[in-house]
């Protein structure tokens, strides 16, 4: 009988063969980590596709990426070929049998997000994430990710259109992100992604411009990781209470944080900006991930999920 430890979890009705969830924005459509020698899509749970509009969008003007200290800003703003162009040329050509693929919902109006989920509920992708809190476009997801009854609203038009699984992206810029958690739950989201960024920018002091033409970003990296897993132990409790799982995420880079996001409640792990510092992690990740559970006597990654210890028990 084999002492590996079991890596495949359970999240939102879908079996993911292990915790690892590449995260919307950092694999562009699924294909782009498919060119390094030595990925391996059979490391990887599932894949977010990039964000997805209605209408096919340019993005903002660069600047639109910046290295900080320990983290990236980057404000895109969406770029992407229009909802129906992903199902209908892009999907085709990803290897499903070989991972699992999400789409990613954006839009201006709740109307705009419930038209993207029909699209794509006619298509192969086995989730919808739903990106209520993206902080780098001026019409839409911030302002819906930051009011929960908003975000409730966002939830309430998709779910009518697709019977596949949604899973709302919560803002860390919200004030109150355990009401929002409630909210969409309450209106029929089946899974939480925690966190997206939180806004920020910087400077050029030679220039006395913000270096982002958007002036402000989404922050991204290891220096939100304290931000992330604070925000994941916010919203367990409620999430936990109605079955819905957690996808944490902001800042894993390495064996030990995804540990710490699973042992605050993370039910999957999400990995964005980590790939921009090693794009073949997620294999080193897992080894360290199956050697601390023998080493813990945990016979899966869903044992360790939610055991953290406080003072009150």
């Excluded at 085709?92 to 509920?121: C, K, M």
């Amino acid at each position: 009988m084999s002492n590996t430890p079991d890596l495949s979890v359970s999240f939102a009705g879908l079996t993911l063969q292990t915790p690892l969830v590449l995260l919307s924005g950092c694999v562009g459509f699924g294909e782009e980590y498919t060119r390094v020698e030595g990925w391996d899509n059979r490391d990887i749970g599932a894949v977010i596709l990039k964000g997805t509009t209605v209408e096919p969008r340019m993005g903002n003007a660069p600047h639109r990426v910046y290295e900080t200290p320990s983290g990236m800003l980057n404000a895109i703003g969406l770029q992407n070929p229009g909802a129906r162009y992903v199902v209908e040329h892009i999907l085709p050509g990803l290897p499903h049998h070989e991972t699992q693929f999400w789409a990613n919902a954006n839009g201006t109006s709740p109307e705009e997000y419930a038209e993207v989920a029909r699209i794509f509920d006619d298509s192969p992708v086995t989730a919808i994430e739903i990106n209520i809190s993206c902080p780098n476009v001026k019409a839409g997801g911030v302002h819906f990710g930051n009011d929960p009854c908003m975000a409730a609203r966002v939830v309430e038009a998709m779910r009518p259109m697709t019977k596949k699984p949604l899973i709302t992206k919560l803002s860390p810029n919200s004030a109150d992100i355990a009401e929002t958690a409630r909210l969409v739950i309450e209106a029929g989201s089946d899974g939480l992604s925690v966190i997206n960024t939180l806004v920020g920018m910087a400077v050029d002091i030679e220039k006395r411009k913000p270096v982002i033409d958007n002036i402000s970003g989404g922050l991204s990296g290891p220096a939100i990781k304290p931000v992330a897993l604070w925000k994941i132990h916010q919203t367990r409790a409620i999430a936990a209470k109605q079955s819905i799982p957690i996808l944490g995420q902001g800042g894993i880079t390495c064996a030990r944080d995804a540990i710490e996001f699973a042992v605050v409640g993370s039910d999957a792990i999400g990995i964005g900006t980590g790939l921009f510092y090693d794009p073949l992690m997620c294999g080193k990740l897992l080894d360290g991930l199956s050697e601390y559970l023998q080493r813990h006597g945990l016979a899966s990654y869903s044992e360790l999920v939610g055991s953290l210890v406080t003072k009150n028990g």
